[in-house]
């Protein structure tokens, strides 16, 4: 008697008979939409964590690791659970956003010229600011909106990186969310250019937070509104004054709500924003 052995098929005409069945895991790259949504967030806790990762920075602080520790009444547990409760909404936000304003083809949008690139990145920071000043200036004057929502955020009054969206979801839904997503339909950018765009907002949003003055910061030197300036904010004196987030103070000067300041060391080591004017 013979033995029979099970005859194997060529592997190559095996898969291309059945291409479904042995298509690689990896085929399907990843839209702009969806790097415009989640790349912000990377950026947001890679950036604030390279602050944690340099430490105390007593030098640079604006307020003693003491004041901090006393002045700020929210555990540093409780603000990463807040911003990721944030993030969340934010994603579905976006998602639902790139979505709508998505081609029906399919087809990605050509990138625009350069010059079309900064003024689409300029436009968008218009409107951002405009957005972030009158709807932060209302949330303070109006005393329900203040006490059941902004509040929140003004529980760090000695901020910190990575409490920079420490906020009440549906401040962050309306404040930061909204506000993008309007900056990104009226400036006409593609979902490209608005991963470059929410990733240089997280940024700022992260600067005007960070606590700290470190020196050579090139941010610091472009835009004036920076870790010093918003400090004066948090404060108890200073809740009527420098309301204008992220980029610029114009809004502020233009409305005269803007609280200048002189950047004084301590002797105890480290810099304190103080007030130059009288306040209300």
């Known amino acids: 008697m013979s033995a029979t052995f099970p005859s194997y098929e060529n592997p190559a005409s095996l898969i291309k008979r059945s291409p479904i069945l042995f298509r690689p895991a990896m085929t399907f790259p990843l839209s702009d939409e969806l790097l415009g949504t989640f790349v912000p967030i990377a950026v947001y806790w890679i950036y604030s964590g390279i602050y944690v990762m340099l430490g ?20 540093k547990g409780t603000v990463v659970k807040g911003v990721l409760v944030q993030q969340a909404f934010q994603v579905v936000v976006l998602l639902l956003l790139f979505t709508v304003a998505r081609s029906d083809s399919g087809v990605v949008l050509p990138q625009p010229s350069l010059p079309v690139i900064i003024l689409q990145f300029f436009v968008a920071m218009v409107v951002v600011d405009t ?58 950018m593609t979902p490209r250019t608005a991963i470059y765009f929410f990733s240089f907002a997280t940024i700022m949003a ?18 004036k509104n920076n870790s010093a300036y ?51």
């Open 206 to 223: 992260i600067e005007d937070h960070c606590g700290v003055w470190l020196p050579g910061n090139l941010l610091h030197v472009f835009f």
């Open 230 to 280: 918003h400090d004066i904010h948090h404060q108890l004196y200073g809740t009527k004054y420098n309301f204008s987030q992220p980029f610029f103070i114009t809004w502020d000067k233009i409305l005269g709500t803007h609280m200048p300041y002189t950047l004084e060391k301590r002797k105890e080591g480290g810099f304190e924003a103080r007030p130059i004017k009288k306040m209300d």
């Open 131 to 188: 957005w972030q000043y009158f709807l932060h200036r209302f949330m303070h004057m109006n005393k329900f909106l203040y006490k059941h929502i902004h509040s929140k955020h003004h529980s760090l009054v000695v901020p910190y990186a990575f409490g920079s969206f420490y906020n009440h979801p549906l401040e962050g839904l309306i404040l930061d969310t909204v506000g993008g997503a309007l900056s990104f339909l009226i400036s006409g």
């Open 56 to 75: 105390d920075l007593n030098q640079y602080r604006l307020h003693t690791k003491a004041e901090e520790e006393t002045k700020n009444v929210v555990s």
